[in-house]
């Protein structure tokens, strides 16, 4: 078979493929770039003007822009720490052979194949002020009425409200990426060092959790990057209010390019956003990858 | 018999707070199940009742009678859902082939572009999709969410492909191109048989994505004959108020029904399709 015949077959397999991307991915890349230079109106201007610099001028002088990246710093803050405590831990506890283990692990990973949408239609009910289960735990069985909030429409619980489902959702799935990272631990390293002496509290800090770093920095970068994507359920839950106190950074930019029609202005929003999440990863590759050797 | 006891102990520990963790993690979704049956006068009454006092099947008569719409949904993301895995398929393992097992000008590029897109937000192509659709009159249609759809998962898709067409040794190829096979004979016939477990994780993160996907669909399927599950649904708390989380309640356990039997039966399948999407952007 001659070369070019190879090439040319090569190309066959794979030009379906790059068509979809280059109409639905690089397209779009290359137009975002360019919008996020203009200002474009998509209902009253016919096509975008070229403005340089200004939409990123823009941005740090936008308080609402600053809000909502203060809300998806702050919603970041507390889910990333939270999620890698619980599922560390539950990850610890599932990978012991006791029976039942699989069956935890299922029940755990169950939220998710549950849309986030619809989980927060569910945890709207759940959270809600009068027929709501939570406050009447709270209130009734628990006798804590101090506790019971309007969960959704109270400005210092309605962000918390929403990590709560975020982690809800995720939890059982970073379990999993735990439980692969453990699983890889060879046998015999706990053996010796039981044979040593360790007892399991010196096993765990200086075995597990070192052969374990490539899971931390995976589950890391993982929330991370999905906390500052945060958008389903506060769309579904709290639209951003009370006020601005979950106006997070897809919202904003959603809100930007569907609500107000400035697309241009929103594109260099979500430019933002996509620089922070590769800065993130590289920081954190950076950081945590070179102490393996 | 100290070693014993110390085992005992410790399983019974991992037992109580593994019930514990599955009872708080499953607790909203029995609360949906068990609210979906109770009549409308016991969800909104206080004392709350755990266990519906009389199980009434109203709520699910309701949707049936009042919620036209529910159906259209369903059938929208099981027909988006297909369609995206239909299309993802073929194309992940042709090119996952390509990339894998020959040798071709402009591979090394066409990996790193593949690779450069996982990281990539999805909000950063959205405006661009919209307005590229308007101009093709996609929106409002099935194929206008499949096709970004298909484009959004692929990358990954790619990747878990190449790499398994990696794995495979070289003889068998060499041996059917021996019997007189083409390229495409030995792609299909020969090496795509020992992928199929990659194929398989391929289906599940692209089902899982795709199924819950919410702002393309919010924003490129405007109208309700169009929309999702997920899209659709919510849109229902807001609009009607008078038998809210009755029939709701009905209609998310009806939704959340498929993937849920899927999840349960396919349980292997899952954490392995996971696990290798996990690195997605």
Known sequence: ?293 | MQYINKYKIGNISVIIIGVLASLIILSPIIWIIFTSFKSVNEIYSIPLTIWPKKIVFTNYFNIINNLPEFPVYFFNTIKVTLGTILLILPLSAASGYALARRDFYGKGLINSIIIAFIAIPYLVYLVPIYILEDIFKLLDTNLGLILPYVALNLPLAIIIMQSAYRELPGELEEAAYMDGANSFQVWLRVLTPLVITSLAAVTIFTFIAVWEEYMFARTLMIKTSAQTLSVGLPNLKVEAKSWAYGTLSAALTLSLMPTVLVFVVLRKYFIEGLLRGSIKG
């Open chain 1, 1 to 293: 078979m001659s070369k070019k015949i190879s090439t040319l077959t090569s190309w066959l397999f794979i030009t379906p493929s790059l068509l979809i991307i280059g109409t639905f991915l690089l397209y779009p890349l290359v137009s975002s770039i360019y919008l996020s230079f203009t200002n474009y109106n998509f209902v009253y201007s016919n096509k975008p003007e070229f403005t340089g610099f200004e939409n990123f001028k823009n941005l740090f002088s936008d308080s609402y822009f600053i809000i909502a990246l203060r809300n998806t710093f702050y919603y970041t803050l507390v889910f990333f720490p939270l999620i890698i405590l619980f599922s560390f831990l539950l990850a610890l506890l599932l990978n012991s052979k006791t029976k039942g283990t699989g069956f935890f692990q299922s029940t755990i990973l169950l939220p998710i194949v549950v849309p986030l949408s619809l989980a927060g239609v569910m945890f709207t009910w759940i959270l809600a002020k009068d027929f709501g289960i939570l406050n009447y735990l709270l209130d009734n069985i628990l006798k804590l009425p101090q506790l019971t909030h309007f969960w959704l429409a109270e400005k210092e619980t309605a962000l918390n409200s929403l990590v709560a489902v975020g982690l809800w959702k995720y939890v059982g799935f970073c379990v999993i990426l735990f439980l692969s990272g453990l699983k890889s631990i060879p046998g015999d390293i706990y053996e010796s060092a039981k044979v040593d002496g360790a007892n399991p509290l010196q096993r765990l800090i200086y075995i597990t959790i070192p052969n374990l770093r490539s899971s931390f920095l995976l589950v890391a970068i993982w929330s991370i990057i999905q906390a500052i994507k945060v958008y389903d359920q506060v769309v579904v839950m709290t639209k951003g209010g009370p006020g601005d106190s979950t106006l997070v950074l897809y919202l904003y930019a959603w809100k930007n390019a569907f609500v107000y029609f400035d697309m241009g202005y929103a594109q260099t929003i979500a430019l933002f956003i996509g620089a922070l999440a590769f800065i993130i990863s590289v920081i954190f590759n950076l950081v945590l990858k070179p102490e393996r050797k």
